[in-house]
Structure formats: structure tokens, C-alpha cells
């Protein structure tokens, strides 16, 4: 999740889709094949921008929300990059998380979001249940939401991309995402509603 230079490989920005069990903070994406979708990321390494991580609670330009419902809890320690913000819920598979990056590098936003959905769509056995391409809190925007396979089992996911922009324009891009096990989808319909709606991304 560290800054990408130009002239090596982009990092994988995956893990922030995934559950804790399949995450790896070191792992490195090689360059897609010119046939296949390339996600945001790599569509933004692509266009020579450079992406530098920074936490929720250090960022200048903008302000970005996630609010945790009662009895989940903001883990310790996570598999996760450092300056990820990730909310849990204790013996359950439900699991939010929040990335921000600061963009360095010109690029098309249409074009860039036209790229937001493609690691959730290439999950194994994907189902879409839901998609949006309005703006959100006035800023560009995309949202997916549906279920797919892991390993073990199916998870349902929620996932949103935001790339903000500042009045000296300065751009961010925020991933958020909250995921659940697809049978815990119902009894979890509240908390996931609640942190949905607590998101926010605000310019400071």
C-alpha cells in the first residue's frame, strides 16, 4: 500500500477486498494482460500516478468517516497495511475496511472508475446484486455490491470507490468496502446499513 514509483511493479491493492485469512501485506500484482480488465490500481499505475497511503487521521485535505456500531471494535493488529482503517465484529466473518490514497499523476476519472469494479468481479463465482456509478457526498464515485466465493466460504461484499478532489486540486482515491459471510447476511443487515451510512468523505 506504499507510495508506487514509476519503473516498478504496482502494488497489490487486493488485499483491500479481502477477508483477514487471504490477505497479504507484501504481495506484489504482476502487470495484467493487455486482454484482460485491469483494475483501478493498476489502470492509475498505468498512467504513471503514484499513490501514497495515508491514514485516516492524517490526511489534510479532505475527511474521511467510518464509524463503528455498537460491538465491533477497531482490531490491534490486522494483516493489513499500516494506515488501513479496519472495524470488526467479533465472532462473525463482518469486517469493514477504509484506504485512502494520495494521487500524484494525471488521469481521466470517467475512464479511472470505468476500472472500479473489476477485482470485485473477477472474485471467484462473482454474482453481482447491485452497481451505482452516481456521485457520492459530490464527489465521482463507484459502488458494487454482490457475493463470491473464497476457500472456505461465500462472502457478500459492499464496495465503493470515491476519488475526491480539493480546491488547489489535490486527488485522493478511497476504497471502502464492508463484507460479511453470505449467511450471516441477514442477522448482519444493520450493522452493515449503519456503517454504510456513517461513511462519509468531506473536504476539510
Request: charged fraction near 20%; proline fraction near 7%; aromatic fraction near 8%.
Amino acid at each position: 500500500m506504499t507510495a508506487a514509483a514509476c519503473g516498478s511493479k504496482p502494488p497489490d491493492y487486493s488485499s483491500v477486498w479481502s477477508t483477514p485469512a487471504t490477505t497479504s501485506s507484501s504481495a506484489t500484482a504482476a502487470p495484467s494482460s493487455t486482454d484482460a480488465p485491469q483494475p483501478i490500481v493498476e489502470f492509475l499505475y498505468g498512467h504513471q500516478v503514484v499513490g501514497e497511503q495515508v491514514p485516516l487521521d492524517k490526511l489534510t485535505g479532505i475527511t474521511v468517516t467510518l464509524v463503528a456500531p455498537p460491538g465491533w471494535i477497531r482490531p490491534a493488529k490486522t494483516n493489513f497495511s499500516p494506515g488501513t482503517e479496519v472495524i470488526a465484529k467479533a465472532g462473525t466473518d463482518s469486517m469493514a475496511t477504509v484506504v485512502v490514497l494520495k494521487l500524484s499523476g494525471n488521469f481521466d476519472v470517467g475512464e479511472a472508475l470505468g476500472h472500479a469494479n473489476v477485482d470485485a468481479e473477477k472474485s471467484k463465482n462473482f454474482t453481482k446484486l447491485n452497481a451505482s456509478t452516481a456521485d457520492f457526498d459530490g464527489f465521482p464515485s463507484s459502488m458494487i455490491e454482490g457475493s463470491y466465493d473464497t476457500d472456505s466460504k461465500r462472502l457478500h461484499t459492499y464496495r465503493r470507490v470515491v476519488i475526491p478532489v480539493t480546491p488547489d486540486f489535490q486527488r485522493y482515491l478511497v476504497l471502502f468496502s464492508v463484507t460479511t459471510a453470505a449467511d450471516q447476511t441477514v442477522t448482519e443487515a444493520g450493522d452493515v446499513e449503519a456503517i454504510i451510512k456513517s461513511f462519509s468523505v468531506k473536504l476539510k
